[in-house]
């Protein structure tokens, strides 16, 4: 679970095990809300292999923005590819 702090976040970092599998991940806002989410990055077990998670239709969802809410993304991680899905 990530808490949003005093502001957005570019660079959320997902750093994946040695087998393939599915994860989820809450993201609260804080009492302020409006905090967005930029890159969606995933490495691999080793810090290698450098992606960005693919997500359906394209592109990353829209998060809530309300203050105290929470979205919940669930994510696919291919450890073969070395890829992420969302």
Not at 1 to 18: C, E, K, S, Y
């Amino acid at each position: 679970m990530v808490t949003f702090g005093a502001g957005n976040i570019t660079n959320i970092q997902f750093h994946f095990p040695t087998t393939s599998g599915n994860f989820i991940c809450l993201f609260k806002q804080d009492g302020t809300g409006s905090r967005t989410i930029t890159n969606w990055k995933t490495f691999d077990q080793a810090d290698g292999n450098e992606s960005t998670v693919v997500w359906a239709g394209g592109s990353a969802p829209t998060l809530t923005t309300t203050a105290n809410k929470l979205d919940i993304i669930s994510l696919y991680w291919d450890n073969d590819n070395h890829k992420a899905y969302g």
